[in-house]
Protein backbone atom coordinates (compact mmCIF):
# COMPACT_ATOMS: atom_id res chain seq x y z
CA UNK A 1 0.00 0.00 0.00
CA UNK A 2 3.21 2.44 0.41
CA UNK A 3 2.01 5.24 -1.71
CA UNK A 4 -0.62 2.92 -3.57
CA UNK A 5 -3.77 5.60 -3.55
CA UNK A 6 -1.30 8.38 -5.07
CA UNK A 7 0.84 7.65 -7.98
CA UNK A 8 3.52 10.19 -7.40
CA UNK A 9 6.67 9.77 -9.59
CA UNK A 10 8.70 12.93 -8.87
CA UNK A 11 10.10 14.47 -6.19
CA UNK A 12 7.50 16.10 -3.20
CA UNK A 13 10.30 18.58 -2.30
CA UNK A 14 10.10 19.79 -6.65
CA UNK A 15 6.11 19.39 -6.27
CA UNK A 16 5.55 21.98 -3.56
CA UNK A 17 7.82 24.59 -5.67
CA UNK A 18 5.30 23.73 -8.78
CA UNK A 19 2.48 23.92 -6.32
CA UNK A 20 3.07 27.31 -5.50
CA UNK A 21 2.24 28.47 -8.96
CA UNK A 22 -0.51 26.37 -9.60
CA UNK A 23 -2.47 26.46 -6.15
CA UNK A 24 -0.50 29.12 -3.74
CA UNK A 25 -3.92 28.75 -1.15
CA UNK A 26 -1.95 25.30 -0.29
CA UNK A 27 1.35 26.85 0.40
CA UNK A 28 -0.15 29.70 2.14
CA UNK A 29 -1.97 27.33 4.92
CA UNK A 30 1.39 25.36 5.04
CA UNK A 31 3.25 28.73 6.15
CA UNK A 32 0.89 30.47 7.97
CA UNK A 33 -0.01 27.70 10.92
CA UNK A 34 4.24 27.09 10.07
CA UNK A 35 5.04 30.41 11.80
CA UNK A 36 4.11 28.52 15.05
CA UNK A 37 7.00 26.38 14.64
CA UNK A 38 9.26 29.12 14.08
CA UNK A 39 8.05 30.98 17.50
CA UNK A 40 9.00 27.24 19.20
CA UNK A 41 11.67 27.18 18.15
CA UNK A 42 12.70 31.24 18.91
CA UNK A 43 11.38 30.83 22.31
CA UNK A 44 13.18 27.67 23.42
CA UNK A 45 16.58 29.42 21.70
CA UNK A 46 16.82 32.47 23.01
CA UNK A 47 16.80 32.25 26.27
CA UNK A 48 20.50 30.63 26.67
CA UNK A 49 21.92 34.18 25.56
CA UNK A 50 19.35 36.38 27.48
CA UNK A 51 20.05 34.69 30.52
CA UNK A 52 24.52 36.10 30.57
CA UNK A 53 22.43 39.41 30.27
CA UNK A 54 20.01 38.54 33.14
CA UNK A 55 22.19 37.51 35.47
CA UNK A 56 24.06 40.77 34.73
CA UNK A 57 21.29 43.13 35.65
CA UNK A 58 19.65 40.81 38.85
CA UNK A 59 22.34 40.06 41.51
CA UNK A 60 19.59 37.22 42.80
CA UNK A 61 19.64 35.20 39.69
CA UNK A 62 23.65 35.60 39.43
CA UNK A 63 23.99 34.12 42.54
CA UNK A 64 21.66 31.19 42.39
CA UNK A 65 21.78 28.84 40.08
CA UNK A 66 18.17 26.83 41.14
CA UNK A 67 17.07 30.90 40.20
CA UNK A 68 18.82 30.01 36.72
CA UNK A 69 17.43 26.59 36.09
CA UNK A 70 13.58 27.69 36.92
CA UNK A 71 14.22 30.74 34.07
CA UNK A 72 15.15 28.46 31.50
CA UNK A 73 13.09 25.15 32.49
CA UNK A 74 9.63 26.72 33.22
CA UNK A 75 8.98 27.58 29.21
CA UNK A 76 9.73 23.05 29.45
CA UNK A 77 7.30 22.93 32.46
CA UNK A 78 4.60 24.91 30.49
CA UNK A 79 4.84 23.31 27.51
CA UNK A 80 4.00 19.91 29.06
CA UNK A 81 0.90 20.99 30.19
CA UNK A 82 0.22 23.51 26.66
CA UNK A 83 0.36 20.33 24.71
CA UNK A 84 -1.48 18.04 27.04
CA UNK A 85 -4.35 20.78 26.91
CA UNK A 86 -4.10 21.50 23.27
CA UNK A 87 -5.19 17.83 22.81
CA UNK A 88 -8.76 18.89 24.04
CA UNK A 89 -8.82 22.34 22.06
CA UNK A 90 -8.07 20.53 19.22
CA UNK A 91 -10.35 18.24 19.09
CA UNK A 92 -13.52 20.69 21.13
CA UNK A 93 -12.76 24.36 19.33
CA UNK A 94 -10.73 23.18 16.54
CA UNK A 95 -6.88 23.14 14.88
CA UNK A 96 -6.97 26.89 13.81
CA UNK A 97 -8.45 28.34 17.13
CA UNK A 98 -6.06 26.31 19.56
CA UNK A 99 -3.35 28.45 16.69
CA UNK A 100 -4.98 31.80 17.62
CA UNK A 101 -4.62 31.27 21.93
CA UNK A 102 -0.83 29.75 21.62
CA UNK A 103 -0.30 33.36 19.99
CA UNK A 104 -1.83 35.16 22.12
CA UNK A 105 0.12 33.17 25.17
CA UNK A 106 3.26 33.80 22.97
CA UNK A 107 2.73 37.28 22.94
CA UNK A 108 1.37 37.91 26.64
CA UNK A 109 4.37 36.12 27.48
CA UNK A 110 7.07 37.90 25.30
CA UNK A 111 5.40 41.20 26.95
CA UNK A 112 6.06 40.34 30.39
CA UNK A 113 9.09 39.17 30.02
CA UNK A 114 10.65 42.40 28.43
CA UNK A 115 9.09 44.41 30.81
CA UNK A 116 10.08 42.33 33.91
CA UNK A 117 11.28 43.66 36.73
CA UNK A 118 12.14 40.97 38.49
CA UNK A 119 12.85 37.24 38.32
CA UNK A 120 9.44 36.11 39.20
CA UNK A 121 8.42 38.34 36.11
CA UNK A 122 10.65 36.42 33.96
CA UNK A 123 9.31 33.27 35.61
CA UNK A 124 5.57 34.00 34.84
CA UNK A 125 6.72 34.78 31.17
CA UNK A 126 8.39 31.61 30.62
CA UNK A 127 5.79 29.77 32.08
CA UNK A 128 2.92 32.06 29.41
CA UNK A 129 5.45 31.21 26.29
CA UNK A 130 5.54 27.24 27.35
CA UNK A 131 2.21 27.02 27.19
CA UNK A 132 2.24 28.36 23.93
CA UNK A 133 4.85 26.40 22.49
CA UNK A 134 3.48 22.77 24.08
CA UNK A 135 0.03 23.93 21.99
CA UNK A 136 2.06 24.96 18.85
CA UNK A 137 4.16 21.68 18.73
CA UNK A 138 1.04 19.78 18.58
CA UNK A 139 -1.17 22.16 16.46
CA UNK A 140 0.84 23.15 13.79
CA UNK A 141 2.29 20.09 12.38
CA UNK A 142 -1.54 18.92 12.57
CA UNK A 143 -3.26 21.76 11.16
CA UNK A 144 -0.82 21.23 8.06
CA UNK A 145 -1.13 17.49 8.29
CA UNK A 146 -4.92 17.85 7.43
CA UNK A 147 -4.84 20.57 5.02
CA UNK A 148 -2.49 19.30 2.56
CA UNK A 149 -2.19 16.89 -0.06
CA UNK A 150 -1.47 13.11 0.77
CA UNK A 151 1.15 13.40 -2.23
CA UNK A 152 2.98 16.32 -0.50
CA UNK A 153 2.09 15.88 3.38
CA UNK A 154 5.04 15.12 4.48
CA UNK A 155 7.31 17.92 2.66
CA UNK A 156 4.84 20.27 3.50
CA UNK A 157 4.83 19.45 7.55
CA UNK A 158 8.64 19.08 7.08
CA UNK A 159 8.29 23.18 6.81
CA UNK A 160 6.78 23.24 10.07
CA UNK A 161 10.28 21.66 11.20
CA UNK A 162 12.06 23.56 9.24
CA UNK A 163 10.50 26.90 11.03
CA UNK A 164 11.23 25.23 14.27
CA UNK A 165 15.40 24.86 13.83
CA UNK A 166 14.90 28.38 11.80
CA UNK A 167 13.93 29.59 14.93
CA UNK A 168 16.54 28.32 17.37
CA UNK A 169 19.14 29.68 14.29
CA UNK A 170 17.39 32.99 14.60
CA UNK A 171 17.32 33.20 18.30
CA UNK A 172 21.05 32.99 18.10
CA UNK A 173 21.58 35.47 15.87
CA UNK A 174 19.17 37.86 17.25
CA UNK A 175 20.99 37.32 20.80
CA UNK A 176 24.35 38.37 18.79
CA UNK A 177 22.85 41.53 17.13
CA UNK A 178 21.51 43.03 20.46
CA UNK A 179 24.61 42.44 22.42
CA UNK A 180 25.35 46.04 21.97
CA UNK A 181 21.90 47.61 22.35
CA UNK A 182 20.12 49.03 25.67
CA UNK A 183 18.06 46.47 26.94
CA UNK A 184 20.00 43.59 25.35
CA UNK A 185 17.50 40.81 27.15
CA UNK A 186 14.50 42.80 26.82
CA UNK A 187 15.04 42.93 23.30
CA UNK A 188 15.78 39.38 22.59
CA UNK A 189 12.92 38.33 25.02
CA UNK A 190 10.65 40.77 23.25
CA UNK A 191 10.78 40.39 20.04
CA UNK A 192 9.13 37.01 19.96
CA UNK A 193 6.06 39.15 20.28
CA UNK A 194 6.14 40.04 16.69
CA UNK A 195 5.58 37.02 15.04
CA UNK A 196 3.19 35.88 17.36
CA UNK A 197 1.04 39.10 15.85
CA UNK A 198 1.89 38.24 12.59
CA UNK A 199 0.23 34.49 12.63
CA UNK A 200 -3.00 35.86 14.67
CA UNK A 201 -3.52 38.05 11.83
CA UNK A 202 -3.17 35.78 8.81
CA UNK A 203 -5.14 33.21 10.92
CA UNK A 204 -7.86 34.91 11.04
CA UNK A 205 -8.43 34.96 7.35
CA UNK A 206 -7.73 31.38 6.71
CA UNK A 207 -10.08 28.37 7.23
CA UNK A 208 -10.49 25.48 9.74
CA UNK A 209 -8.99 22.17 8.65
CA UNK A 210 -11.20 20.64 6.70
CA UNK A 211 -11.17 17.28 8.70
CA UNK A 212 -12.48 18.98 11.86
CA UNK A 213 -15.22 20.25 10.08
CA UNK A 214 -16.31 17.31 8.59
CA UNK A 215 -16.12 15.66 12.21
CA UNK A 216 -18.27 18.06 13.20
CA UNK A 217 -21.29 18.02 10.72
CA UNK A 218 -19.84 21.16 9.34
CA UNK A 219 -20.02 19.10 5.61
CA UNK A 220 -20.45 21.98 3.15
CA UNK A 221 -17.65 24.14 4.50
CA UNK A 222 -15.40 20.95 4.75
CA UNK A 223 -16.08 20.47 0.81
CA UNK A 224 -15.61 23.85 -0.12
CA UNK A 225 -12.31 24.35 1.40
CA UNK A 226 -11.29 20.81 0.10
CA UNK A 227 -11.95 22.28 -3.40
CA UNK A 228 -9.85 24.85 -2.59
CA UNK A 229 -6.94 22.23 -1.76
CA UNK A 230 -7.28 19.78 -4.87
CA UNK A 231 -7.67 20.81 -8.23
CA UNK A 232 -9.21 17.71 -9.73
CA UNK A 233 -12.98 16.91 -8.94
CA UNK A 234 -12.16 13.35 -8.57
CA UNK A 235 -9.74 13.89 -5.23
CA UNK A 236 -12.11 15.89 -3.48
CA UNK A 237 -14.83 12.95 -4.12
CA UNK A 238 -12.23 10.83 -3.27
CA UNK A 239 -10.96 12.86 0.28
CA UNK A 240 -15.05 13.53 1.12
CA UNK A 241 -15.70 9.54 0.19
CA UNK A 242 -12.42 8.60 2.99
CA UNK A 243 -13.91 11.42 5.51
CA UNK A 244 -17.38 9.91 5.21
CA UNK A 245 -16.47 6.06 5.82
CA UNK A 246 -13.75 7.19 8.34
CA UNK A 247 -16.48 9.25 10.20
CA UNK A 248 -19.14 6.33 9.85
CA UNK A 249 -16.48 3.61 10.87
CA UNK A 250 -15.66 5.74 14.47
CA UNK A 251 -19.91 5.70 14.96
CA UNK A 252 -19.73 2.07 14.40
CA UNK A 253 -17.22 2.07 17.17
CA UNK A 254 -17.99 4.60 19.46
CA UNK A 255 -22.05 5.70 18.83
CA UNK A 256 -22.80 8.80 19.13
CA UNK A 257 -20.86 9.17 22.19
CA UNK A 258 -18.28 12.21 22.43
CA UNK A 259 -16.59 11.28 25.73
CA UNK A 260 -13.16 10.53 25.06
CA UNK A 261 -11.13 8.58 27.82
CA UNK A 262 -7.38 7.66 27.50
CA UNK A 263 -8.38 3.90 28.91
CA UNK A 264 -10.89 3.71 25.86
CA UNK A 265 -8.61 4.94 23.61
CA UNK A 266 -5.49 2.43 24.88
CA UNK A 267 -8.33 -0.18 24.60
CA UNK A 268 -9.03 0.58 20.81
CA UNK A 269 -6.12 -1.60 18.82
CA UNK A 270 -6.05 0.57 16.02
CA UNK A 271 -5.61 3.97 18.35
CA UNK A 272 -3.11 1.83 20.79
CA UNK A 273 -0.75 0.85 18.28
CA UNK A 274 -0.87 4.44 16.50
CA UNK A 275 -0.46 5.71 20.28
CA UNK A 276 2.74 3.20 20.36
CA UNK A 277 4.10 4.51 17.61
CA UNK A 278 3.69 8.18 17.81
CA UNK A 279 4.36 8.54 21.48
CA UNK A 280 7.53 6.19 21.42
CA UNK A 281 8.98 8.23 18.43
CA UNK A 282 8.45 11.39 20.22
CA UNK A 283 10.34 10.13 23.82
CA UNK A 284 12.75 8.51 21.82
CA UNK A 285 13.20 11.73 20.22
CA UNK A 286 14.82 13.07 23.24
CA UNK A 287 16.67 10.31 25.02
CA UNK A 288 18.53 10.04 21.99
CA UNK A 289 20.58 13.45 23.27
CA UNK A 290 19.17 16.45 21.10
CA UNK A 291 18.37 19.16 23.45
CA UNK A 292 22.42 18.03 25.02
CA UNK A 293 23.36 19.34 22.27
CA UNK A 294 21.03 22.11 20.85
CA UNK A 295 20.73 23.27 24.93
CA UNK A 296 24.57 22.98 25.78
CA UNK A 297 26.45 23.11 23.20
CA UNK A 298 28.77 25.67 24.39
CA UNK A 299 29.34 23.54 27.41
CA UNK A 300 30.28 20.39 25.28
CA UNK A 301 32.75 22.38 23.05
CA UNK A 302 34.48 23.57 25.67
CA UNK A 303 34.69 20.24 27.37
CA UNK A 304 36.23 18.88 23.94
CA UNK A 305 39.19 21.71 24.74
CA UNK A 306 37.85 25.12 23.40
CA UNK A 307 38.91 27.35 25.89
CA UNK A 308 37.08 30.65 24.60
CA UNK A 309 33.68 31.29 25.31
CA UNK A 310 33.50 32.74 21.63
CA UNK A 311 34.96 29.95 20.16
CA UNK A 312 32.03 27.92 22.27
CA UNK A 313 29.28 30.36 20.71
CA UNK A 314 30.33 30.58 17.07
CA UNK A 315 30.72 26.89 17.29
CA UNK A 316 27.12 26.24 18.87
CA UNK A 317 25.97 28.72 16.11
CA UNK A 318 27.39 26.28 13.51
CA UNK A 319 25.59 23.63 15.59
CA UNK A 320 22.04 25.18 15.03
CA UNK A 321 22.65 26.24 10.93
CA UNK A 322 22.92 23.09 10.76
CA UNK A 323 19.90 21.60 12.56
CA UNK A 324 18.30 24.31 9.72
CA UNK A 325 19.94 22.66 7.07
CA UNK A 326 18.91 19.45 7.78
CA UNK A 327 15.44 20.52 7.90
CA UNK A 328 15.77 21.53 5.01
CA UNK A 329 17.12 18.12 3.59
CA UNK A 330 14.19 16.53 5.35
CA UNK A 331 11.21 18.39 3.12
CA UNK A 332 13.30 16.97 0.23
CA UNK A 333 13.40 13.20 0.82
CA UNK A 334 10.15 12.66 3.30
CA UNK A 335 7.81 12.06 0.82
CA UNK A 336 10.67 10.59 -1.56
CA UNK A 337 12.29 8.24 0.67
CA UNK A 338 9.66 7.64 3.60
CA UNK A 339 8.94 8.15 6.74
CA UNK A 340 10.47 4.90 8.26
CA UNK A 341 13.48 4.48 6.13
CA UNK A 342 14.63 8.26 6.75
CA UNK A 343 14.32 7.63 10.13
CA UNK A 344 16.18 4.42 10.29
CA UNK A 345 18.99 5.99 8.19
CA UNK A 346 19.21 8.97 10.76
CA UNK A 347 19.67 6.60 13.89
CA UNK A 348 22.33 4.91 12.25
CA UNK A 349 24.00 8.18 11.87
CA UNK A 350 23.13 9.46 14.92
CA UNK A 351 24.89 6.57 16.69
CA UNK A 352 28.13 6.55 14.91
CA UNK A 353 28.31 10.20 15.86
CA UNK A 354 27.83 8.73 19.38
CA UNK A 355 30.61 6.30 19.45
CA UNK A 356 32.76 9.00 18.11
CA UNK A 357 31.71 11.72 20.57
CA UNK A 358 32.02 9.12 23.15
CA UNK A 359 35.70 7.72 21.90
CA UNK A 360 36.81 11.40 21.43
CA UNK A 361 35.81 12.42 25.35
CA UNK A 362 37.21 9.40 26.48
CA UNK A 363 40.64 10.35 24.99
CA UNK A 364 39.97 14.26 26.13
CA UNK A 365 39.73 12.93 29.58
CA UNK A 366 42.09 10.08 30.32
CA UNK A 367 45.26 12.00 27.89
CA UNK A 368 44.79 15.35 29.40
CA UNK A 369 48.19 17.71 30.00
CA UNK A 370 49.54 16.70 33.26
CA UNK A 371 49.69 19.34 36.19
CA UNK A 372 53.71 20.72 36.26
CA UNK A 373 54.89 21.84 40.20
CA UNK A 374 57.10 24.22 38.59
CA UNK A 375 54.52 25.65 36.19
CA UNK A 376 52.42 25.84 39.47
CA UNK A 377 54.97 27.34 41.35
CA UNK A 378 55.47 29.82 38.82
CA UNK A 379 52.35 31.75 40.18
CA UNK A 380 52.00 32.99 43.30
CA UNK A 381 51.69 30.31 46.15
CA UNK A 382 48.07 31.54 47.47
CA UNK A 383 46.62 30.88 44.24
CA UNK A 384 47.24 27.34 43.61
CA UNK A 385 44.68 25.16 44.15
CA UNK A 386 44.50 23.28 47.64
CA UNK A 387 43.61 20.06 47.11
CA UNK A 388 47.34 20.14 44.80
CA UNK A 389 48.60 21.53 47.78
CA UNK A 390 47.97 18.76 49.50
CA UNK A 391 48.79 16.24 47.07
CA UNK A 392 50.73 16.73 44.19
CA UNK A 393 51.44 13.80 42.95
CA UNK A 394 49.99 12.18 39.53
CA UNK A 395 47.97 15.37 39.14
CA UNK A 396 46.87 16.12 35.33
CA UNK A 397 44.10 18.84 34.30
CA UNK A 398 41.39 16.09 34.19
CA UNK A 399 41.72 15.46 38.40
CA UNK A 400 42.62 19.38 38.64
CA UNK A 401 38.69 20.39 37.27
CA UNK A 402 37.53 17.95 39.82
CA UNK A 403 38.83 19.35 42.94
CA UNK A 404 36.43 18.54 45.43
CA UNK A 405 37.14 20.93 48.62
CA UNK A 406 37.06 24.37 46.00
CA UNK A 407 36.95 25.17 42.65
CA UNK A 408 40.28 24.84 40.68
CA UNK A 409 40.82 25.64 36.76
CA UNK A 410 43.90 24.89 34.63
CA UNK A 411 46.45 27.25 33.39
CA UNK A 412 47.54 25.67 29.50
CA UNK A 413 51.29 25.65 29.39
CA UNK A 414 52.93 29.24 28.46
CA UNK A 415 56.28 27.03 26.24
CA UNK A 416 53.94 27.28 23.04
CA UNK A 417 52.06 24.04 23.01
CA UNK A 418 48.52 23.89 25.09
CA UNK A 419 49.52 19.95 25.49
CA UNK A 420 52.54 20.60 27.63
CA UNK A 421 52.05 20.93 31.52
CA UNK A 422 50.57 23.73 32.90
CA UNK A 423 49.33 25.02 36.35
CA UNK A 424 46.12 23.72 38.95
CA UNK A 425 45.09 27.15 40.38
CA UNK A 426 42.45 28.45 42.14
CA UNK A 427 38.82 29.33 40.12
CA UNK A 428 38.41 32.89 40.28
CA UNK A 429 38.31 36.16 38.02
CA UNK A 430 41.58 37.36 39.44
CA UNK A 431 43.57 34.08 38.44
CA UNK A 432 41.88 34.06 35.14
CA UNK A 433 42.84 37.74 34.50
CA UNK A 434 46.56 36.65 35.55
CA UNK A 435 46.38 33.21 33.74
CA UNK A 436 45.12 35.29 30.55
CA UNK A 437 47.53 38.13 31.33
CA UNK A 438 51.09 35.66 30.28
CA UNK A 439 49.37 34.46 26.68
CA UNK A 440 47.93 31.16 28.44
CA UNK A 441 44.48 29.85 28.07
CA UNK A 442 42.43 29.48 30.83
CA UNK A 443 40.15 26.50 31.20
CA UNK A 444 37.31 25.46 33.91
CA UNK A 445 35.24 22.93 32.64
CA UNK A 446 37.38 21.04 30.39
CA UNK A 447 41.15 20.25 28.94
CA UNK A 448 43.37 20.83 26.24
CA UNK A 449 43.31 18.49 23.84
CA UNK A 450 44.51 17.74 20.32
CA UNK A 451 41.22 15.60 19.29
CA UNK A 452 39.29 18.43 20.06
CA UNK A 453 38.29 19.32 16.30
CA UNK A 454 36.95 15.35 16.20
CA UNK A 455 33.95 16.23 18.72
CA UNK A 456 33.22 18.93 16.62
CA UNK A 457 33.04 16.89 13.82
CA UNK A 458 31.04 14.24 15.85
CA UNK A 459 28.88 16.97 16.88
CA UNK A 460 28.24 18.28 13.66
CA UNK A 461 27.57 14.58 12.07
CA UNK A 462 25.16 14.07 15.06
CA UNK A 463 22.99 17.26 14.02
CA UNK A 464 23.17 16.18 10.49
CA UNK A 465 21.95 13.19 10.86
CA UNK A 466 19.40 13.31 13.90
CA UNK A 467 17.84 16.82 12.06
CA UNK A 468 16.48 15.26 8.71
CA UNK A 469 15.21 12.02 10.39
CA UNK A 470 14.12 12.01 14.26
CA UNK A 471 14.29 15.81 14.45
CA UNK A 472 11.20 16.01 12.33
CA UNK A 473 9.81 12.73 11.33
CA UNK A 474 8.21 12.10 14.78
CA UNK A 475 6.04 15.40 14.49
CA UNK A 476 5.02 14.17 10.83
CA UNK A 477 4.22 10.83 11.91
CA UNK A 478 2.10 11.85 14.77
CA UNK A 479 0.19 14.54 12.71
CA UNK A 480 -0.99 11.49 10.09
CA UNK A 481 -1.28 8.31 12.50
CA UNK A 482 -4.37 8.31 14.45
CA UNK A 483 -7.98 7.53 13.68
CA UNK A 484 -9.77 11.71 12.67
CA UNK A 485 -12.13 11.43 15.68
CA UNK A 486 -8.80 11.25 18.34
CA UNK A 487 -6.29 12.89 16.46
CA UNK A 488 -5.98 15.95 18.56
CA UNK A 489 -6.03 13.77 21.86
CA UNK A 490 -3.74 11.39 20.54
CA UNK A 491 -1.21 14.22 19.64
CA UNK A 492 -1.19 15.64 22.63
CA UNK A 493 -0.04 12.95 24.40
CA UNK A 494 2.11 12.20 22.33
CA UNK A 495 3.52 16.07 22.50
CA UNK A 496 3.20 16.02 25.88
CA UNK A 497 5.32 12.85 26.22
CA UNK A 498 7.80 14.57 23.93
CA UNK A 499 8.56 17.44 26.35
CA UNK A 500 8.53 15.34 29.69
CA UNK A 501 10.60 13.31 28.16
CA UNK A 502 12.80 17.06 26.83
CA UNK A 503 12.30 18.17 30.71
CA UNK A 504 14.21 14.77 32.00
CA UNK A 505 16.85 15.00 29.35
CA UNK A 506 18.03 18.87 30.03
CA UNK A 507 17.57 18.94 33.50
CA UNK A 508 20.07 15.17 34.23
CA UNK A 509 22.94 16.27 30.87
CA UNK A 510 25.27 18.52 33.10
CA UNK A 511 24.91 16.23 36.57
CA UNK A 512 25.84 13.09 34.42
CA UNK A 513 28.58 14.72 32.46
CA UNK A 514 30.14 15.89 36.66
CA UNK A 515 29.15 12.43 37.92
CA UNK A 516 30.43 9.93 35.23
CA UNK A 517 31.76 12.47 32.57
CA UNK A 518 31.21 12.92 28.91
CA UNK A 519 32.18 10.17 27.71
CA UNK A 520 30.21 7.60 29.72
CA UNK A 521 27.04 9.99 29.24
CA UNK A 522 27.22 10.03 25.48
CA UNK A 523 27.76 6.24 25.87
CA UNK A 524 23.76 6.21 27.04
CA UNK A 525 22.82 8.08 25.03
CA UNK A 526 24.17 5.75 22.15
CA UNK A 527 23.05 3.01 23.85
CA UNK A 528 19.27 4.75 24.16
CA UNK A 529 19.56 5.19 20.19
CA UNK A 530 20.06 1.87 19.52
CA UNK A 531 16.93 0.86 21.31
CA UNK A 532 14.83 3.43 19.15
CA UNK A 533 16.63 2.02 15.77
CA UNK A 534 15.05 -1.33 17.42
CA UNK A 535 11.81 0.46 18.14
CA UNK A 536 11.22 2.01 14.54
CA UNK A 537 12.06 -1.43 12.85
CA UNK A 538 9.65 -2.87 14.98
CA UNK A 539 6.51 -0.78 15.91
CA UNK A 540 6.43 2.37 13.31
CA UNK A 541 4.65 1.82 10.26
CA UNK A 542 5.18 3.33 6.48
CA UNK A 543 2.61 6.35 6.44
CA UNK A 544 4.30 7.95 2.73
CA UNK A 545 1.57 8.66 0.57
CA UNK A 546 -1.14 7.59 2.06
CA UNK A 547 -4.63 10.01 2.64
CA UNK A 548 -4.92 10.23 6.65
CA UNK A 549 -7.73 7.51 6.76
CA UNK A 550 -6.09 4.65 4.79
CA UNK A 551 -3.59 4.90 7.55
CA UNK A 552 -5.94 3.65 10.47
CA UNK A 553 -7.08 0.36 7.91
CA UNK A 554 -3.24 -0.41 7.99
CA UNK A 555 -2.89 -0.32 11.50
CA UNK A 556 -5.85 -3.06 11.90
CA UNK A 557 -3.70 -5.12 10.15
CA UNK A 558 -0.91 -4.94 12.92
CA UNK A 559 2.04 -5.41 10.08
CA UNK A 560 5.51 -5.21 10.83
CA UNK A 561 7.69 -5.15 8.07
CA UNK A 562 11.13 -5.67 8.86
CA UNK A 563 12.57 -5.20 5.30
CA UNK A 564 11.79 -1.40 5.79
CA UNK A 565 13.99 -0.89 2.31
CA UNK A 566 11.69 -3.24 0.13
CA UNK A 567 8.66 -1.45 -1.48
CA UNK A 568 5.08 -2.61 -0.55
CA UNK A 569 3.80 -4.52 -3.23
CA UNK A 570 7.60 -5.52 -4.72
CA UNK A 571 8.26 -7.27 -1.48
CA UNK A 572 7.75 -11.52 -0.74
CA UNK A 573 4.70 -12.43 1.37
CA UNK A 574 7.78 -13.12 4.04
CA UNK A 575 8.23 -9.31 4.39
CA UNK A 576 5.63 -8.38 6.91
CA UNK A 577 4.73 -10.56 10.13
Excluded at 86 to 114: E, K
Excluded at 147 to 164: C, E, K, Q, Y
Excluded at 499 to 514: E, H, K, M, P, R
Amino acid sequence: MEGGAHGFDGSAFRECFSLSWRNPYVLRLAFSAGIGGLLFGYDTGVISGALLYIRDDFRSVDKNTWLQEMIVSMAVAGAIIGAAVGGWTNDRFGRRTSILVADLLFFAGAVVMASATGPVQLVVGRVFVGLGVGMASMTAPLYISEASPARIRGALVSTNGFLITGGQFLSYLINLAFTKAPGTWRWMLGVAGLPAVFQFVLMLFLPESPRWLYRKGRVEEAEAILRKIYMAEEEVTREMQELKESVEAEARERGSSEKVSLTALVKTPTVRRALVAGVGLQVFQQLVGINTVMYYSPSIVQLAGFASNQTALALSLVTSGLNALGSIVSIYFIDRTGRRKLLVISLVGVIASLALLSAVFHQTTTHSPAVGSADTRHFDGSLTCPDYRTSSSGWDCTRCLKASSTECGFCASGAGSKLLPGACLLSNATVRDACHGEGRLWYTRGCPSRYGWLAMVGLALYIAFFSPGMGTVPWIVNSEIYPLRHRGVCGGVAATANWVSNLVVAQSFLTLTGAIGPAWTFLIFGCLSVAALAFVLVCVPETKGLPIEEVEKMLEKREVRLKFWAPRGRGSKNDGV
